[in-house]
């Protein structure tokens, strides 16, 4: 069964880096798209970026857009999230997910559209 294993998550001051990793198992993920989203107390599970798997194709939503990056590395079948510039307002839990490849953009964007989640790491950024 597919797991994915977030880690990397902490307590940061505003302007701070941190890497998020998301370690996937359990099937071949070539035909897949790997999401992060992340949820704060009292929100809704929001849209942060994504990666096709195959392809490497980004997109971001514009409140990370130029500040974060989502790389995978085949070799290891894991999934990065690299955030600089880091503001209070990104902290979160983050989460994990993975999908079949759909063409639309928008449908990639919402949660309940993922199939697969991992757990959450929790990220905390103090101004």
């Known amino acids: 069964q597919v797991q994915l294993v977030e880690s990397g998550g902490g307590l940061v001051q505003a302007g701070a880096s941190l890497r998020l990793s998301c370690a996937a198992s359990?099937?071949?993920?070539?035909?897949?798209?790997m999401g992060w989203f992340r949820q704060a107390p009292g929100k809704e599970r929001e849209f942060v970026a994504r990666i096709n798997w195959n392809t490497g194709n980004t997109y971001y939503a514009d409140s990370v857009k130029g500040r974060f990056t989502i790389s995978r590395d085949k070799a290891s079948n894991t999934v990065y999230l690299q955030m600089n510039s880091l503001k209070p307002e990104d902290t979160a839990v983050y989460y994990c997910?993975?999908?079949?490849?759909?063409?639309?953009?928008?449908?990639?964007?919402?949660?309940?559209?993922?199939?697969?989640w991992g757990q959450g790491t929790q990220v905390t950024v103090s101004s």
């Open positions: 997910a993975a999908r079949p490849f759909s063409s639309s953009t928008n449908y990639l964007n919402i949660p309940t559209n993922y199939n697969y």
């Open positions: 359990g099937r071949t993920f070539s035909s897949y798209v």
